[in-house]
């Protein structure tokens, strides 16, 4: 009965505008960036063209260089995928929590290896705040579910779980395919081409059975995807930034190129038929695939309107695997798995309009798990240092600080560490057990 008094009396005052009096405010969708995370897989340190690789034109993810930062001494946490990755999504060395294993194959479905459900992650910690939060891509954190995406503060997944995944299903049309074998179908070693694949005995070891157990995902229910997976993840980014542009939103692109099984379309093959290597011609069309998909992305954050507002990181989450992928590292030493540069130091690139100097070269370390303090303090959210091993890196950017961001970096995979103080480095390189 009050209340309908209230109303009644508020009706009859003039100049009253009751549209406003009972509106709900509309929370401002660019009072917080936006962030995305754009990661390759096993992309060596000097193949982009603003690493300096003449061989095969990036010119969008070259672009985000240009329009911001390079990291030419930026590094990852680990030299393999999954230990890399979480220390990507945490912000901690994973040593701290017992990861530092890399599971593939059946091991993915362990229900005891996973990112350890007590970390707490930066999709977590965002979404908490009241960002909308998407994993496009690999997961390689828990093949269960119990570790799924979405338990791990991700509202969205579409991708697959494990380490790796065909870019097609079979009979792998339109696409030239190269796989490992133990021998060639002749009994012999060596490389031979029937059609559109290759096989080769150079790794020693069959191509692993990636799609088993392995579907891909969207949500948690499998879907049959026909488009060539690095053009399908760009899809769904795309699509997923046009339906969250009214709101703040965390979207983590994890490609699975230029990762094995190297397979590359009919069109970038054709692209770079000047390669007469068809190892590294195929490498050279994943890659290439993969810079018209950032181009992709980059331009929907143009016509969205949000490219004032949404910081870009493209990065890899460790160095190549040279002899599998062909990849480069140079001038790096080593490769994937190796505590030399060539495994922990990768192209890391930031756009950050505000932030981010056009064009600038930071040559300080910084390391992956940087992005987890500087995101969540860029959000208005508190972390502290206990909580995180990385540096909010904005201060330093915008040079309010000086000096190093880092005195000390740290890496440990089982038997083999490294330690980098200042411009000095030591290296325990035993073998693993």
């Known amino acids: 009965m009050k209340f309908q008094i209230f109303l009644a009396y508020i009706f009859l005052l003039p100049g009253i505008d009751l549209a406003s009096v009972f509106a709900v405010e509309k929370p401002d969708s660019h009072s917080r960036p936006n962030f995305i995370i754009l990661l390759a897989d096993d992309l060596g340190y000097g193949e982009l063209g603003c690493q300096g690789n003449p061989q095969i034109p990036t010119p969008h993810i070259d672009s985000i260089a240009q329009e911001g930062v390079r990291f030419t001494n930026g590094y990852v946490s680990a030299s393999y995928c999954s230990p890399s990755r979480a220390g990507l999504m945490t912000g901690r060395y994973q040593s701290r929590f017992g990861y530092e294993t890399n599971p593939v194959g059946a091991v993915n479905e362990d229900p005891n290896v996973g990112l350890p459900r007590m970390e707490v992650t930066l999709a977590d910690r965002l979404k908490a705040a009241g960002y909308r939060t998407s994993l496009v891509g690999k997961w390689h954190l828990g093949g269960t579910a119990y570790y799924h995406p979405q338990r791990r503060g991700f509202e969205e997944f579409f991708g697959f779980l494990h380490e790796g995944h065909y870019f097609v299903p079979p009979p792998y049309d339109d696409v030239t395919t190269m796989l490992r074998v133990n021998k060639l179908p002749n009994g012999t070693s060596g490389r031979a081409k029937f059609g559109n694949r290759v096989f080769s005995t150079h790794m020693n070891h069959a191509e692993p059975a990636y799609d088993t157990n392995n579907p891909i995902l969207r949500s948690s229910q499998p879907v049959v995807e026909n488009e060539y997976l690095t053009d399908a993840f760009t899809r769904e980014a795309c699509e ?190 035993s073998p693993e057990r």
């Open 240 to 429: 997923f930034i046009e339906r969250s542009k009214e709101q703040p939103f965390f979207l983590y692109v994890a490609y699975n190129a230029v990762h094995s099984p190297l397979q590359a379309t009919d069109t970038s093959m054709q692209k770079f038929a000047s390669i007469e290597d068809v190892h590294r011609r195929i490498f050279a069309g994943m890659l290439s695939n993969l810079d018209e998909s950032v181009g992709q992305i980059l331009r929907k954050i143009e016509e969205e309107n949000l490219a004032e507002n949404t910081v870009v990181v493209f990065l890899s989450d460790n160095g190549g695997p040279t002899k599998e992928l062909t990849s480069s590292n140079l001038p790096l030493r080593g490769f994937k798995g190796d505590m030399y540069e060539g495994g922990i130091r990768v192209p890391f690139l930031m756009q950050w309009p505000g932030v981010t100097a056009r064009g600038e070269e930071y040559a300080a370390p910084v390391i992956s798990l940087d992005l987890v303090p500087t995101f969540v303090r860029a959000a208005g959210l508190e972390i502290n240092d206990r909580e995180t091993d990385g540096v909010d890196l904005r201060p330093y950017l915008t040079k309010e600080k000086s000096g190093d961001p880092h005195n000390v970096l740290f890496w440990r995979q089982k038997q083999r560490a490294a330690l980098r103080m200042g411009d000095w480095k030591i290296v325990n390189h």
